[in-house]
């Protein structure tokens, strides 16, 4: 059984990367610091949260390839039980150390989750505006866009993450649990990546890679180290189940691209832009996916390039009430929408007035 210090683990929730703009604020973190601190919390491999993470990953673990899944058993593989949203390499014990905390856990199955929300709603809320909010936008996306806000505000403050699940049937956790624990598997095998290229041992440890991208990006030494560490991950897959990575992949980064392409910030110098990570994924599934009839998607990239342009000129980070709204507005927003919903029979209120479960305990995830 291995152990995380406490002092192990404040340097690695001190010194972890950010993910996306918008990242959570430096005073939460702090306050999470002062917290394991006061608790003198430690983190233990055979932890509760630990086990079951460990069941959720029996599925995808069929597709990596044996002496990949071997390195990765090899490893020290800790949750932090923490609503941060983060996950990130160690090199301070004797064997590899992964790090992923319950946030980002429940950040990525949210976010799947959330995409399949839109299947059980009626047409009708598509011609349905709140002329109160927004005359160009329909309800259907006015309720997708406040859902992704809470999310963020999860992201950002620590807030309670929308209980999506409450308005779940049995078919979408279906559908949804290989997609979020495959993001969940390519995450720690992402991380083995940095252990494996040793990129904690030597920070300007790059190889002379080109990737192609869908927006100019001059990629720093930790981009590159970045895009290295998704490359690892993607080939500790067996064939052809690599073309099933880049969609696990691109669910681990979407919700990211989503912050990036609604506020127009992406000065991010410690990952690429997530755009950037999914349009090489893209790539990659194109290459290996030829004796499979895997369409190309160069058109969907170049729209949300164009989007990702035309929100940065117009400096929406200031300009877009969107990005701005409060959570107490997303909830007037979400009320409002649901009193349209009320008479075919759907009831959102428990999104936001029931705690959403973990997704690791959640039964039958």
């Known amino acids: 059984m291995g152990i995380l210090s406490t002092e192990q683990l404040i340097h690695g929730v001190k010194n972890g990367r950010p993910i996306a703009p918008f990242s959570i604020q430096d005073e939460i973190i702090e306050q999470y610091i002062k917290l394991i601190k006061l608790k003198r919390i430690t983190l233990k491999t055979d932890s509760r949260e630990a086990k079951l993470l460990a069941m959720h990953l029996r599925?995808?673990?069929?597709?990596?390839?044996?002496?990949?899944?071997l390195a990765l058993s090899q490893c020290e593989i800790y949750v932090l039980p923490l609503p941060l949203c983060m996950a990130y390499a160690e090199a301070s014990g004797k064997n590899p150390i992964i790090v992923i905390a319950r946030g980002f856990i429940d950040l990525v199955a949210n976010a799947i989750f959330a995409a399949h929300l839109q299947s059980i709603l009626p047409q009708e809320l598509n011609s349905y505006y709140l002329f109160k909010y927004r005359k160009d936008m329909p309800a259907s996306n006015l309720l997708t866009n406040a859902i992704f806000l809470l999310q963020l505000h999860f992201y950002r403050f620590c807030k309670p993450l929308p209980n999506i699940y409450a308005l779940a049937t049995p078919q979408m956790f279906e559908e949804s649990k290989l997609a979020i624990n495959g993001a969940l598997l390519f995450t720690l095998l992402h991380e083995l990546g940095h252990h494996k290229l040793k990129h904690l041992e030597f920070s300007n440890n790059i190889r002379p890679i080109h990737y192609p991208l869908a927006l100019e990006e001059n990629l720093s030494i930790l981009q590159h180290q970045e895009m290295e560490a998704d490359t690892f991950a993607l080939n500790c897959l067996i064939e052809p189940?690599?073309?099933?990575?880049?969609?696990?992949?691109?669910?681990?980064?979407?919700?990211?691209?989503?912050?990036?392409?609604?506020?127009?910030?992406?000065?991010?110098?410690n990952h690429p832009m997530a755009i950037n990570r999914s349009f090489y994924s893209d790539t990659l599934r194109n290459n290996w996916g030829k004796e499979y009839d895997v369409a190309p998607r160069p058109k969907f990239f170049r729209n949300i390039a164009n989007r990702y342009q035309a929100t940065k000129e117009s400096k929406s980070e200031e300009m877009n009430a969107l990005i701005q709204t409060t959570r107490e507005g997303c909830l007037n927003i979400l009320n409002e929408i649901n009193e349209t919903l009320l008479p075919f029979g759907i009831d959102l209120k428990p999104i936001w007035?029931?705690?959403?479960?973990?997704?690791?305990?959640i039964k039958g995830s």
């Open 59 to 69: 599925e995808p673990l069929d597709f990596v390839r044996q002496e990949k899944r």
């Open 353 to 361: 007035t029931t705690p959403a479960p973990n997704w690791l305990t």
């Open 241 to 269: 189940a690599k073309i099933i990575g880049t969609y696990w992949q691109q669910n681990a980064v979407n919700f990211f691209l989503q912050i990036e392409l609604v506020s127009g910030n992406y000065s991010d110098k």
